[in-house]
């Protein structure tokens, strides 16, 4: 026997549209709602883990820790950037990272409000494995980077203190 013998009358209800096989003959499901709609890739756990784990590990950092993740928690950004002083990985500042502008908002800590790719020097990935950050040889920003650091002359330094007035001779 043919496969479309044994189908029966199923191969010609899909194509003359039958009402056998129709929706309006299915009745409609109610339960839990299976389907998701996809969202873009977030990085939130990651940089949750790298704060607890490496940047603000331990007892000392911990009401620092505390702030910024409620900080995270409170953001509806998908993508998180650390801000590094420096290539030896010393937290600076949490940054949301929009992927269509390419353009960094700083959410919580200490460095420029914002920051364009022209101000990046070096980027960073999270191996939650090592739980350390390792240096990427590129360039470009993408929703797979970690962290960064900026150039040096980015940071503010310590403002000139104004010189005393001489005192004047009575």
């Not at 919580?108 to 101000?119: E, L």
Request: overall charge positive; hydrophobic content about 30%; aromatic content about 8%.
């Amino acid at each position: 026997m043919s496969p479309s013998r044994l189908l029966g009358n199923r191969d010609r209800d899909w194509e003359n549209g039958s009402t056998a096989s129709s929706p309006a003959s299915v009745p409609e499901y109610t339960g839990p709602k299976l389907y998701k709609e996809p969202s873009a890739k977030s990085n939130k756990y990651i940089i949750h883990n790298a704060l607890a784990h490496c940047c603000l590990a331990g007892k000392v950092n911990e009401s620092h820790k505390n702030r910024i993740l409620e900080e995270i928690e409170k953001s509806k950004a998908n993508h998180f950037l650390i801000l590094f002083r420096d290539s030896s990985c010393q937290f600076r500042a949490l940054y949301t990272f929009s992927g269509e502008t390419e353009e960094m908002s700083r959410l919580a800590g200490y460095g420029p409000r914002t920051i364009t790719k022209s101000m990046v020097e070096g980027i960073y990935k999270y191996n939650s494995d090592r739980k350390r950050f390792t240096q990427i040889p590129a360039k470009t920003m993408s929703m797979s980077v970690d962290a960064i650091t900026i150039q040096g002359h980015f940071w503010q330094t310590k403002k000139p203190s104004t010189p005393k007035k001489p005192s004047t001779p009575k």
